[in-house]
C-alpha cells in the first residue's frame, strides 16, 4: 500500500472511531459553587468557557516552554530522518506534517508533546488549589488529570478545524474540562483559539477527515454546522481558559513569524471508565478526593 493509500485509510480508521460518539449530550449544569463567582458560573452554564486573565506568572510561563523544549531536543537530534512521532522517558513527541519554512533546531519542526503531567512543572501545576477549586465546582471533588500536550504554533503552521474534544474521549461520563494555558501571547496573525460560544449544549457532531493535503494525524472537522458566530480569543501570556469537552473550537492558521506555544490539560471524574482501549497519549493522574492515595 502506498504511503498516501495508508494516510488515507489511517484517517478513515481514526474518524470512524472518534464518530462513535456522535449523538451523545452533556446536559449537565453548574448549580451550587463553593468557589465560582457568579459570572464565572454564567459564562459556564451559557457558554461553556471561563476565562480568567493572568492566571499564571509569566516567567514560569517561560519556564514550561523551555523545559518543553529541552524535552524535546533530548527526545530527537536535528540529524534524524523525519519521522511523525517520538517516544522517550513517557513523553510522546508529535512533528508537524507541514513544518515551518525556517527550521533552525527540533522545536520548529514539532506539532504536540504529550503526557507532560507526571512530574515537575506540569505536575505542580495540575495540582494547585485555586485551579482545582474551579474544576471542583464543575465536576465535584473527586478529580483525575488524564491528559496533557503543549501545543506548538510555529510560523506558517495550519490551525486546527471545528472539533469538540468530546469526540476523542469515548468515556462513560461528561463533561470533561480542558485547561488551556497560554504560555505566549495568542493573537489572530500566530493562530489563536478560536470558540462558538453556546455550542456546548449541542450534541456531539460528525467529525470529517481534515482534508487539507498534508495534514496533521488525528485531525478530523465539523462540517455540518454554522459558525458565523465564532469568537476569536485574544490571550496574554499566563491567561487561562477552562471550556466544556463538548464546546466547538478551532485555531487561525500561524501567519506571523512567532511561535504560538499553550500548555493544554484536561480533567474528568475519578472513575470515570474510558472504554475498552485508552488513548496511549492519556495518564490518568488522580489530583483531588477518594483516588489520592
Known amino acids: 500500500m502506498a504511503k498516501e493509500e495508508q494516510g ?5 480508521e ?5 464518530n462513535k460518539q456522535k449523538g451523545r449530550i452533556s446536559s449537565k449544569l453548574i448549580e451550587e459553587t463553593k468557589y465560582l463567582s457568579q459570572t464565572q458560573k454564567q459564562s459556564w452554564n451559557e457558554k461553556g468557557f471561563i476565562l480568567i486573565p493572568n492566571f499564571f506568572p509569566e516567567d514560569k510561563c517561560i519556564e514550561i516552554n523551555q523545559t518543553v523544549i529541552d524535552i524535546v531536543r533530548s527526545m530527537v537530534g536535528n540529524s534524524e530522518e523525519f519521522n511523525h512521532a517520538y517516544i522517550d522517558q513517557g513523553h510522546i513527541g508529535i512533528r508537524e506534517m507541514k513544518p515551518s519554512h525556517k527550521i ?3 522545536e ?3 506539532s504536540k508533546v504529550f503526557r507532560l503531567h507526571q512530574t515537575g512543572i506540569f505536575n505542580e501545576f495540575i495540582k494547585r488549589d ?3 477549586n474551579i474544576v471542583e465546582d464543575i465536576l ?3 478529580i483525575d488529570c488524564f491528559l496533557s500536550q503543549f501545543i506548538f504554533k510555529n510560523p506558517g503552521a ?3 478545524p471545528w472539533h469538540q474534544d468530546s469526540s476523542y474521549f469515548p468515556f462513560d461520563r461528561a463533561p470533561q474540562v480542558g485547561a488551556w494555558l497560554a504560555t505566549s501571547a495568542a ?3 500566530n493562530g489563536c483559539l478560536v470558540i462558538l460560544p453556546g455550542s456546548h449544549k449541542e450534541v456531539i457532531h460528525e467529525h470529517l477527515p481534515d482534508d487539507r493535503p498534508g495534514s496533521n494525524y488525528g485531525y478530523t472537522e465539523i462540517k455540518d454546522h454554522d459558525f458565523k458566530k465564532e469568537m476569536p480569543l485574544f490571550l496574554n501570556t499566563g491567561d487561562l481558559l477552562l471550556f466544556h469537552s463538548f464546546l466547538m473550537h478551532k485555531s487561525y492558521d500561524n501567519k506571523s513569524n512567532n511561535r504560538r506555544t499553550a500548555m493544554v490539560y484536561h480533567f474528568a471524574e475519578t472513575g470515570t471508565n474510558f472504554g475498552e482501549l485508552d488513548s496511549p497519549t492519556n495518564e490518568w493522574i488522580s489530583v483531588r478526593g477518594k483516588g489520592l492515595p
Not at 8 to 12: A, F, G, I, L, M
Not at 14 to 18: G, V
Open 158 to 160: 495550519w490551525g486546527q
Open 187 to 189: 493573537t489572530k496573525e
Open 104 to 106: 533552525e533546531n527540533i
Open 8 to 12: 488515507n485509510s489511517s484517517k478513515e
Open 108 to 110: 520548529d519542526e514539532m
Open 140 to 142: 465535584g471533588e473527586n
Open 14 to 18: 481514526f474518524t470512524n472511531r472518534i
Open 130 to 132: 485555586d485551579l482545582l
